[in-house]
Nanobody
Framework: QVQVVESGGDQVQPGGSLRLSCTVS????????MAWFRQAPGKEREGVAY????????YYIDSVRGRFTISRNNAVNTVFLQMNSLKPEDTALYYC?????????????????????WGQGTQVTVSS
């Protein structure tokens, strides 16, 4: 049974930082690319960041590029999202997802159906 568990969400002030973690069990972790998605209240879920199987390729949407960093540690089946310079518009439920697809990241982040496994999400709130 595959389990995907996110953690690290919290409430922070604008300009603050958070580090999200996502631990996966029950599958061959280094056989899957990973991504973070988010869903703000009243909005559709959007792909935010992607990392390939060995961590050598990363991709970000424009609104977070330069502020967020995705990384992974295959030895402990975990992917991270370091979020700096947080803005109120970053407020959302953040999800971690795993995909066996080899499509390019720019396509995958727009195709939720290509992700095989999802976590339940962790809440990030940016507010003063």
């Amino acid at each position: 049974q595959v389990q995907v568990v996110e953690s690290g969400g919290d409430q922070v002030q604008p300009g603050g930082s958070l580090r999200l973690s996502c631990t996966v069990s029950g599958l061959n972790f280094d056989g899957y690319s990973m991504a973070w998605f988010r869903q703000a209240p009243g909005k559709e879920r959007e792909g935010v960041a992607y990392i390939n199987r060995n961590g050598g390729i990363t991709y970000y949407i424009d609104s977070v590029r330069g502020r967020f960093t995705i990384s992974r540690n295959n030895a402990v089946n975990t992917v991270f999202l370091q979020m700096n310079s947080l803005k109120p518009e970053d407020t959302a439920l953040y999800y971690c997802a795993a995909t066996a697809s080899k499509l390019p990241a720019v396509i995958l982040l727009r195709r939720e159906r290509d992700f095989n496994y999802w976590g339940q999400g962790t809440q990030v709130t940016v507010s003063s």
